[in-house]
């Protein structure tokens, strides 16, 4: 177990509601992650989060949102739901920084199946 | 946009085999290489990382690193069924991030 957890486990949403995941990171850990893996397909990045600020982003469209407080939990939000936005959202969590025996690896937790109608 | 590249399967093997999973990957740059496990409805499971050339080994598995040829490639000796799985390569994305880009995933079914 990774210590890396998130909320709801399952959710089914009609098409141009919103959405909002949470994940709480892993103890130590500073930075959050969210990925999109739909079925039969690898992890696609979504975003990242450092220091409550977004650190970098995949090609999602901007009705992808984020957020990271202060004790690094994390929030991903989709408006407009679409069809295609059924899949396992993601919540990884790392440090930033590698070294001292830290070697950047992420820390995924459980997911959030998210299904649209 | 950097890419990883895996076939998707099902590679399947007898117990007790040697599984053998290859990834390619587009940048030339990329220092490490990680491999996850994801059983069915299930999150990946870091199981190996690599990061210099040659051979790393843990236990029943074995990763193996040739920038040279841009290829990563995992071995799993003493296949067992619990090794049923997807398995998934990835490569950092750089940029100062620190996300990873990941391959589709290999099914293996390792059979009784």
């Known amino acids: 177990e990774t210590g890396v957890t998130q909320s709801p486990t399952h959710l089914i949403k009609t098409r141009g509601q919103q959405v909002t995941l949470r994940c709480s990171s892993q103890?130590?850990?500073?930075?959050v992650s969210w990925y999109q893996q739909a079925l039969g397909q690898g992890p696609q990045f979504i975003f990242q989060?450092?220091?409550?600020?977004?650190?970098g982003r995949g090609n999602f469209p901007p009705r992808f949102s984020g957020l990271q407080f202060p004790n690094y939990s994390s929030e991903l939000n989709v408006n407009a739901l679409e069809l295609d936005d059924s899949a396992l959202y993601l919540c990884?969590?790392?440090?930033?920084?590698?070294?001292?025996?830290?070697?950047?690896?992420?820390?995924f937790g459980e997911g959030s199946r998210l299904t649209v109608l | 946009q950097k890419e990883v590249e895996q076939n998707s399967g099902p590679l399947s093997v007898p117990e007790g085999a040697i599984a053998s999973l290859n990834c390619t990957y587009s940048d030339r740059g990329s220092q490490s290489f990680f491999w996850y496990r994801q059983y069915s409805g299930k999150s990946p499971e870091l199981i190996m990382s690599i990061y210099s050339n040659g051979d790393k080994e843990d236990g029943r598995f074995t990763a193996q690193l040739n920038k040279a040829s841009q290829y990563v490639s995992l071995l799993i000796r003493d296949s067992q069924p619990s090794d049923s799985a997807t398995y998934l390569c990835?490569?950092?994305?750089?940029?100062?991030?620190?996300?990873?880009?990941f391959g589709s995933g290999t099914r293996l079914q390792v059979q009784p």
């Open positions: 989060y450092y220091r409550e600020e977004e650190n």
């Open positions: 990884a969590s790392s440090l930033m920084f590698v070294g001292q025996g830290n070697t950047g690896e992420l820390f």
């Open positions: 990835a490569a950092p994305l750089g940029g100062g991030r620190r996300a990873l880009t």
């Open positions: 103890s130590g850990h500073n930075t």
